[in-house]
């Protein structure tokens, strides 16, 4: 993205700090917090709009943000600005964030969300992608079996295709066959491991984009 001329500031709520969300973008982007949150969001937003480059400010497990930082969210929206958005601001987060932007308190901010995107599951094809592809990431040699077929498929039935469950499913398949001293992942392992850890199949999420900012509303994990 660095190459596309993209700046790309992550934040979730474990890195956002004791002095909130506003203060943590200010010095994200190199500037220092101003005495009040509305007047350092307005310097944020007047300091990207003359940078070059094209910012984009990513709010992880955004369902989990306090109502003081939702509002934080707010004043980084509130300006605007004639020539262009000094951001993309983009929130990622289970369906529970519905909720919360839905409540009297957040109606304003979520007044700014303009766009709504959907991430839809993965096809079973898209899943043995997704499967293979981490494996690869891990170190694993192209061309080199894990999971057997059979396997990839139970992980894909059983999560749904939602990325996280196969992460989770998946990761469990792999210790159970550690434990059983098997080179090969099976469907039998797959199995024993979702039964092991059934709390760990989590519940679909959406994602959704909004005007100056982006919103990611995602399914779980």
């Known amino acids: 993205m660095q190459r596309e001329g993209l700046c790309v500031h992550y934040l979730a709520p474990s890195t956002v700090g004791p002095f909130g969300l506003v203060n943590a973008v200010a010095r994200k982007v190199g500037l220092s917090p101003s005495r009040s949150r509305a007047e350092t969001a307005m310097l944020i937003g007047e300091h990207l709009i003359a940078n070059e480059r094209r910012h984009i400010v990513v709010i992880d497990e955004a369902h989990q943000l306090p109502d003081a930082t939702l509002e934080d969210v707010r004043l980084l929206t509130i300006a605007d600005f ?46 043995r992608e997704y499967v293979a592809a981490r494996v690869r990431g891990a170190g694993v040699s192209k061309g080199q079996l894990v999971f057997e077929d059979a396997a990839v498929d139970a992980v894909a039935e059983a999560t749904g295709g939602i990325p996280g469950r196969v992460n989770t499913l998946a990761t469990g398949a792999l210790i159970v066959a550690a434990a059983r ?41």
């Not at 004639?82 to 308190?105: H, N, V, Y």
């Not at 839809?120 to 094809?125: F, I």
């Not at 090969?184 to 959704?208: T, W």
Request: with cysteine; glycine share 4%; hydrophobic share 45%.
């Open 82 to 127: 004639d020539r262009k958005s000094p951001f993309i601001l983009l929130l990622a987060g289970q369906l529970a964030l519905d909720e919360r932007l839905a409540e009297p308190t957040h109606h304003a901010l979520d007044r700014r969300i303009v766009t709504i995107a959907r991430l839809l599951p993965l096809s079973p094809d898209e899943a």
């Open 181 to 221: 001293k098997r080179k090969l992942v099976s469907a039998q392992d797959v199995h024993a491991a979702r039964l092991e850890n059934p709390e760990e199949i989590l519940p679909l999420r959406r994602c959704h984009v909004r005007r100056g900012a982006v919103a990611i509303r995602t399914a779980g994990g």
